[in-house]
């Protein structure tokens, strides 16, 4: 009897994965179903939404259809909405009905956002951390006329660590570029000690560039309680105000609703999953994978899309040495990049990697390069990204 493989998302943790184990099982003979469980039909790539927000990408150059995956991998394709996963009994519901078993679970649903958590700040903010997001805020950016606009981090960590710090540069040059005159204020929850010693190499190179930039200022250690709309004015809770013309929030971090109330839930901060490093098995069940962004917290590695690409391949590993029954160490880069654009220039920040006790994986991250070009190459690896997908073909047919 064949394995079978469920795929839970269809975003890059499930293509990594997926096109993984459908290779080299095809190349060592061994037969898998697999099935990918999605409620879009899209394939996004998250990481390009600022560049839609900012007005130096289309929708079309951030997604690919789904089905191009499936298609080309040899997985069935069920466009619904999961609603319901046990792990205990290897089954997973959705919305229209279907009941799913499995024999390997991959859990690649991303992220949820509670907004909720903080009444106003849905209604008063924009973002980039969805497509829709990404597109409200290319429409208020259009009619920004000036003045002050707030960057807004609730809580930490959220996804994409460095996104406020980067973000501050292209609003400022958006601005510019636009004849609009604009100050641009970071608001974030860690104080700046705790800050520095989170990023201290990068938290200096970063602030450097900001006073490059100009029109840029820090607000550290600012807890949110509001935000009122009607005012535009954001309330904290040691009682202090600030008003903002427009305000872009990073979205406070939470599990997707159906694993909500399951054991995949980390223990120690019910806002992430929880996984293992650097096999990225749960830590309750064998046959359950999480390589997916909310889980990287659980292991100590940055709560971005570089990780999860390497756990995705990691986790796969895992399955087809399962598969093949075979036994040896499950690699994990002892080093991986992550790029951010600053606006006026771009900057490479390497993250060194190695096993800690426990399951978890000891970091230390340094800039490594600091240039415009490096700008151009991560916009040419984002389009190259979405045009692979596009262009997917069946393994079985030969180009």
């Not at 997916?292 to 986790?315: K, Q």
């Not at 590993?317 to 029954?325: I, N, P, Q, R």
């Not at 990697?353 to 000891?362: N, Q, T």
Request: proline share 8%; glycine share 8%; hydrophobic share 40%.
């Amino acid at each position: 009897m064949p394995k079978r493989i469920l795929y839970l998302g269809g975003g890059a943790c499930t293509l990594v994965a997926l096109r993984r184990i459908a290779e080299e099982a095809r190349k060592a003979g061994i037969e898998v179903e697999h099935t990918i469980v999605t409620n879009s039909e899209w394939h996004y790539f998250p990481a390009f939404f600022p560049d839609v927000a900012l007005g130096e990408a289309e929708p079309d150059d951030v997604r690919a259809p789904v089905e191009n995956m499936a298609r080309a991998y040899g997985a069935r394709l069920v466009l619904d909405t999961v609603t319901r996963v046990d792990p205990a009994e290897r089954l997973v519901e959705t919305a229209g009905g279907e009941k799913l078993g499995y024999d390997y679970l991959f859990v690649c649903l991303g992220t949820r956002y509670g907004w909720e958590d903080y009444p106003g700040l849905k209604e008063a903010a924009v973002h980039n951390y969805t497509l829709e997001g990404a597109l409200e805020m290319r429409r208020a950016l259009a009619e920004f006329r000036g003045g002050d606009i707030v960057v807004l981090v609730p809580e930490f960590p959220h996804r994409c660590p460095g996104y406020p710090f980067e973000v501050l540069g292209r609003l400022v040059y958006h601005a510019r570029r636009r004849g609009v005159k604009a100050r641009v204020r970071l608001v974030h929850a860690l104080p700046m000690k705790a800050a520095l010693e989170h990023l201290y190499d990068l938290a200096v190179t970063w602030h450097r560039i900001h006073e490059e930039i100009g029109d840029i200022e820090y607000v550290m250690g600012k807890q949110v309680d509001h935000v009122d709309p009607s005012t535009k004015t954001i309330h904290f809770k040691d009682g202090e105000t600030m008003r903002y013309d427009l305000l872009v929030a990073t979205p406070p971090a939470r599990p997707p609703k159906p694993l909500e109330d399951t054991p995949l839930v980390w223990s120690k901060d019910p806002r992430f999953l929880e996984t293992t490093f650097p096999t990225f098995r749960s830590r309750s069940y064998d046959d359950v994978f999480v390589p997916t962004d909310s889980a990287m917290p659980s292991v100590n590695l940055p709560f971005a899309g570089v990780p999860v690409h390497y756990a995705a391949v990691a986790a796969a590993d895992t399955v087809l040495a399962e598969l093949k029954g075979a036994s040896g160490p499950i690699l994990f880069p002892d080093s991986m990049t992550i790029v951010l654009d600053f606006g006026k220039t771009g900057v490479a920040v390497v993250f060194d990697v190695e096993p800690a006790p426990g399951g978890v994986a000891k970091t230390k991250p340094y800039i490594a390069a600091k240039h415009p070009m490096i700008k151009l190459l991560k916009y040419s690896f984002y389009k190259g990204w979405i045009r692979s997908v596009k262009d997917l073909v069946p393994l079985h047919v030969s180009t």
